[in-house]
């Protein structure tokens, strides 16, 4: 059977539409247009990707947004101060800080310092908290974009086995409490595996739904799927080409070429879970402006 990609780039298109239109509504009504706050540390290449895509992807939506850039040296307190002042701001809804922040920063104190109400990622332990309980949060983006593209696909989660390789905080972790959780994203039964899983390819070979979120480019080969399975690549790496304009090109945590023949459904990298994760984003943000979780 030749596989089918999940195509993150065309979904999450669709998705910014509704979003842009709902918008111009609420707009059209009187109310508050969306408003995202981004702070960016240093001159991360793949960091400032990823805030360029928010940005833009913001625009699109027809929301508002605000770019706070800050040298690597910034000191701890100066940065917190600057949390602080933007969750004192009513006109901002949702505040992400740009991850990986410098060594001398302490990220917990970081991601604790945004306010519940702001934290559009999903990272402070209070949104961790009620998501782990199933209670009304923001869900971290990859997680949320990845169960949106399986639905928008009609690809039954319940009862199946998904098998995930890597346990961040951002991505296999939360993903592993939403994939188990008693809902209709949920009732998976879902084995997380990580650098310390020792027989990884008997498990691998088990799952119906497979997950690589490991950031070890190309690592999951043929010989670690299951016929017919369905395969989420989270992986993002650039690696040097001659064949693009730019000099560089992406590939994923999965070493498509040879996995692709083998699956049901398979992302592709890029335009898979990436497009999925900034256009979670911007739900969570709207969710924000509208006071949908925190009233
Ligand atoms: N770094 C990698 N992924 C993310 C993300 O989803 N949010 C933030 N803030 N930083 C990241």
């Not at 104190?109 to 519940?116: A, G, H, L, S, W």
């Not at 739904?209 to 690549?233: C, H, R, S, Y």
């Amino acid at each position: 059977m030749a596989y089918q990609l999940l195509n993150g780039k065309e979904i999450s298109a669709q998705i910014k539409s509704e979003i842009a239109e709902e918008v111009r509504q609420i707009i059209r009504n009187g109310g508050k247009q969306p408003h995202l706050a981004a702070i960016l540390i240093g001159n991360d290449g793949a960091s400032e990707t990823y805030v360029a895509h928010k940005i833009k992807a913001c625009e699109q939506a027809g929301f508002k947004s605000s770019l706070f850039r800050f040298k690597e040296n910034i000191s701890e307190q100066k940065l917190l101060d600057k949390i602080k002042e933007i969750n004192a701001d009513d006109n901002i809804d949702g505040l992400i800080v740009q991850l990986p922040l410098p060594e001398h920063i302490s990220e917990e104190k970081v991601i604790e310092t945004v306010d519940p109400k702001k934290d559009v990622d999903g990272f402070h332990p209070v949104n961790a908290g009620r998501m782990t309980l199933g209670l009304p949060t923001y869900i971290p983006a990859t997680p949320k974009g990845i169960l949106e593209l399986l639905k928008r696909n009609n690809i039954e989660i319940s009862g199946k086995h998904c098998v995930i390789i890597g346990r961040s905080n951002i991505v296999g972790k939360p993903l592993s409490i939403l994939l188990s959780q008693k809902n209709e994203t949920g009732n998976a039964t879902v084995t997380l595996c990580h650098s310390r899983t020792k027989n990884l390819k008997e498990i691998s070979l088990q799952a119906d739904i497979l997950i690589a979120a490991i950031g070890k480019k190309e690592f999951l080969t043929a010989d670690m799927v299951k016929k017919d399975a369905i395969v989420i690549d989270v992986g993002i790496h650039r690696v040097k080409s001659d064949k693009t304009k730019s000099g560089w090109k992406l590939k994923g945590d999965v070493k498509f070429g040879e996995v692709a023949g083998k699956c049901s459904y398979i992302t592709p990298v890029p335009g898979g879970v990436g497009p999925m994760t900034i256009v979670s984003l911007l739900q969570n943000t709207l969710a924000a402006s509208k006071k949908e979780i925190y009233g």
